[in-house]
Nanobody, 121 residues
Framework: QVQLVESGGGLVQPGGSLRLSCAAS????????MGWYRQGPGTQRELVAA???????NYADSVKGRFTISRVNAKNTVFLQMNSLKPEDTAVYYC???????????????WGQGTQVTVSS
């Protein structure tokens, strides 16, 4: 059984910062890509940022230059540093990890439960 637990969401004023964390635990053999997605009111879930096990990153155009994704492989943890936050960043943020539970298993995507980020004055 695998769990992804996010933390760090909350309410922040425009221009402020938040740091999200996500720790994967359980029967994990190997983790490939990790990432953050978000879903705002009435919108589809979208990719915010992703990072490979080798540290290659990818960002949505809307967050480039403001958000930074990082990970600590030894701790199965991924972070999202969010700066210069805007009201349009308001959403539930979900952690995602593509991993194997055993050497012989297939790669499978797991999701966290989500953490609310609200940007408002």
């Amino acid at each position: 059984q695998v769990q992804l637990v996010e933390s760090g969401g909350g309410l922040v004023q425009p221009g402020g910062s938040l740091r999200l964390s996500c720790a994967a635990s359980g029967s994990i053999f190997s983790i490939n890509d990790m990432g953050w997605y978000r879903q705002g009111p009435g919108t589809q879930r979208e990719l915010v940022a992703a990072i490979t096990s080798g540290g290659i990153t990818n960002y949505a155009d809307s967050v480039k230059g403001r958000f930074t994704i990082s990970r600590v492989n030894a701790k199965n943890t991924v972070f999202l540093q969010m700066n210069s936050l805007k009201p349009e960043d308001t959403a539930v943020y979900y952690c995602n990890a593509r991993l194997k539970t055993a050497y012989w298993s297939s790669w499978y995507a797991y999701w966290g439960q989500g953490t609310q980020v609200t940007v408002s004055s």
